[in-house]
């Protein structure tokens, strides 16, 4: 009889963001400043997407949070997920985030900055998105 595989183990929490966008870069290295949870915060392009069940397509999209669970969080809602995961005041703020109408709110102006970072303080036109295809 054969050994079985080993299970690889459950993900831990991970802020996964565009390591090409000054911008993103940028906010997400200010924000892990101010969090201080110890959760990696990584660029796309030095994470292997596959293993946490993602693409490069929608990590080019949107901000991610894996949880401790592998469910992934896009955009906005990553942000409210990593909040909630500090704790605190943060973990008040995330939660106010993930309800309605805050929720549909925060995901406007979530889409509204990711689609013109290139235009926010630091962002350069290698920030910008590529066009979006729909599914």
Known sequence: MS????QPPA?????????DCAFCTTSARWLQ????TGVPV???QFTDLAAYGT??????YEVL???????I???????ARWLIHSGGAWKALGT??????????????YRLIANNRDKMPGGTPACALPPHKEP
């Open 96 to 109: 106010v985030i993930t309800l309605p109408p805050v929720r549909w709110i925060a995901a406007g102006i």
């Open 73 to 79: 969080h896009g955009g906005a809602q990553a942000f």
């Open 55 to 60: 693409t490069a397509e929608r990590a080019t």
């Open 33 to 36: 400043a101010r969090l201080r």
């Open 11 to 19: 993900p831990a929490p991970i802020l996964i963001f565009d390591g």
């Open 42 to 44: 990584e660029p796309w």
């Open 65 to 71: 949070w894996v949880d401790a669970a592998g469910r």
């Open 3 to 6: 050994p079985s595989p080993a």
